[in-house]
């Protein structure tokens, strides 16, 4: 049965991104982990909290990223150890997952739904160890859940909605862009709850997708974006990972070069990646509340109340999804009506699409 969970608003939210002061995991298994040699208080005792990114790494400036914010945070509140394994490759997966059941980490988060086949292969070897994974639902053989998977998943749709809103009501030539990573049932939310969104305002909209298959392939995002913006786009919304960080050295150059165009983020506020010399690219961001959730099944676990074989989805309603806090180039008309959308959507009104059929017809219902 699907459970939804209150979001933390206290101190995971004061959690900045605190890459810079820690290295990647070596391959050593005796590595000393991240949190160091600090002793761990009598409340916690020896509990760790550990994650295996996927091929973005963990300074993706998306959701491996903040996945790692959430743990360091947990690590500071409550002086356990964490630690993370980069994944290289997507044959890293496996091996990764299995290192940490060896050390026998309490509980192993999985992050991207990439490791859905891994993670099922991994806990069903090692039904007493705790696992978590980020974006997707993983079922056994027989289709039941896995005991000991926490499945943590968001309504990207409903931010995505948002975002949609606030592209539409400030593109200047009626067009704007998606860029996929790989094409699948999750970029597919991302996708669809963005188009609904511009449709939404404005149906005569123009709306441009396209995959690049890939979530680390900047090169491949700046080639898509220089045709998207070149069609005439003026506002392109990624959810395509690292692939994403060509979109906005595509829309810098431009910019530079006194275009008008707007790249939308993803996963975390994505300003500061916007910014160049003479302004800032980056319209808005959708959120996408991966560290309070990573933190809140951590927390969760040290306390007794493992939530395995679960689903966890985090929306509006939990504050897990939504638009930056950065709107400096959004229109105070755009904020507004974003607010308004929120109290639809929340409220029942609009039953936000997740796959291609919704969305069409969402689109017959407008």
């Given amino acids: ?47 760790s909290a ?40 997507a044959s890293d997966y496996m091996p990764n997952l299995n290192r940490l059941a060896r050390e026998g980490t309490s509980i192993s988060f999985a992050i991207g739904f990439l490791m859905e086949d891994d993670i099922r292969t991994v806990a069903e070897q090692n039904p007493e160890q705790h696992f978590a994974i980020v974006d997707t639902v993983v079922e056994g053989a027989d289709g ?29 030539t009626d067009h704007v862009g998606f860029i996929g990573g790989v094409e699948s049932p999750l970029i597919k939310k991302f996708e669809n709850g963005f188009k609904a969104g511009v449709k939404t305002v404005n149906p005569d909209i123009e709306i441009s997708v396209q995959y690049a298959q890939d979530f680390n392939d900047a090169s491949r995002g700046q080639q898509i974006a220089d045709t998207l913006y070149g069609n005439g786009a003026d506002v ?21 070069g006194g275009e008008n165009v707007w ?5 975390q506020d994505q300003h500061a990646q916007g910014e160049y010399s003479d302004g ?29 074989g679960e689903i966890l989805e985090f929306g509006l309603e939990e504050q897990g999804v939504g638009i930056a806090e950065t ?18 959507i929340m409220n029942g009104d609009i039953d936000v699409p997740e796959t291609d059929d919704a969305y069409d017809d969402f689109l017959g219902s407008l």
């Fill in 50 to 89: 550990k994650m295996v990114t996927d091929t973005g790494g963990v300074d993706d400036r998306s959701f491996n990223e903040s996945a790692w914010d959430g743990l360091q945070q947990f690590e500071e509140d409550y002086d356990v150890e964490v630690d993370y394994i980069q994944s290289n490759d």
């Fill in 280 to 308: 800032n690219v980056t319209l808005t961001s959708m959120v996408k509340r991966v560290d309070q959730a990573v933190y809140q099944v951590a927390e969760q676990t040290m306390n007794g109340d493992y939530p395995g």
């Fill in 144 to 172: 039941s859940l896995v005991p000991n998977i926490a499945n943590i998943t968001f309504a990207e749709h409903e931010g995505s909605f948002l975002v949609g809103v606030v592209a539409a009501m400030q593109t200047e």
């Fill in 263 to 267: 790249v939308i983020g993803v996963d």
């Fill in 327 to 344: 709107t400096d180039n959004v229109s105070e008309e755009a904020l507004e009506a974003v607010e308004d959308y929120i109290e639809q």
């Fill in 236 to 256: 392109i919304y990624h959810a395509a990972g690292g692939t994403g960080n060509g979109l906005f050295t595509e829309a810098i150059d431009r910019a530079r």
């Fill in 1 to 47: 049965m699907k459970k939804r969970f209150m979001m933390l608003v206290s101190s995971v939210l004061a959690a900045g991104t605190l890459l810079a002061a820690c290295g990647e995991a070596e391959d050593d298994a005796d590595q000393t982990p991240v949190g160091g040699d600090d002793e761990v208080t009598e409340e916690t005792g020896d509990f």
